[in-house]
């Protein structure tokens, strides 16, 4: 009984002793040298006609300039970018502009929304995972890379619609020119006949 005593008191020590070595291992790296993102990613440049419809939706240009301003920041400064796109991307789904309502941009706002919220919940994490933070944010980036150029795409494609529309349209004219010319001639010509 004398032993017993001593040797679960040595193993109360060494418990309690491992577990403040794996609470000291787990505590989150609030380090600010630790630069997140990419420095040198390149979001796509809007199209004049997407531009335009950017400055009217607004929250759009200030969901790209958070983003830009992310990349290459430290855990503290990316904890709060975090949280604001995330909430910047809620708004760019509720806020949708007619001209901008359709599938595949909704799709790629919805998948921008997933990924801001992904990028939130592993910075925000108790304890940091930097790996898993570094591929938030690479997603987060391609994710707005995707809705951008998908918004040029829509513009293109529009612009391309407006002018096969036009050039139909003109061919038409031309058409009916043709058949007016052609009208007229005969009338001419069955005028000339009966004189």
Not at 45 to 64: C, T
Request: with cysteine.
């Amino acid at each position: 009984m004398k032993l017993i005593i001593p040797i679960l008191s040595l193993l109360l020590i060494v418990f309690s002793c491992g577990d403040s070595q794996e609470q000291t291992e787990v505590a989150p790296n609030n380090d600010a040298s630790i630069l997140f993102g990419d420095k040198e990613f390149e979001f796509p440049i809007l199209s004049a006609p997407a531009k335009e419809q950017a400055i009217r939706w607004g929250i759009l240009e200030d969901f790209v300039a958070e983003a830009k301003n992310a990349n290459a920041s430290n855990y503290h400064d990316l904890r709060n970018r975090s949280e604001l796109l995330k909430n910047y991307s809620d708004s760019l789904l509720k806020k949708i502009p007619d001209t901008l309502n359709t599938k595949p941009i909704n799709s790629r706002l919805f998948v921008l929304k997933t990924r801001s919220e992904l990028l939130f919940q592993a910075a925000n994490q108790s304890n940091i995972d930097s790996l898993k933070v570094e591929h938030s944010l690479d997603d987060m980036n391609m994710a707005l890379k995707n809705l951008i150029n998908q918004l040029n795409e829509k513009f293109q494609k529009d612009n391309i619609d407006f002018q096969r529309k036009e050039n139909e349209e003109n061919e038409l004219k031309n058409q009916k020119r043709y058949k007016d010319s052609i009208m007229n001639l005969e009338l001419q010509d069955n005028n000339r006949k009966k004189v």
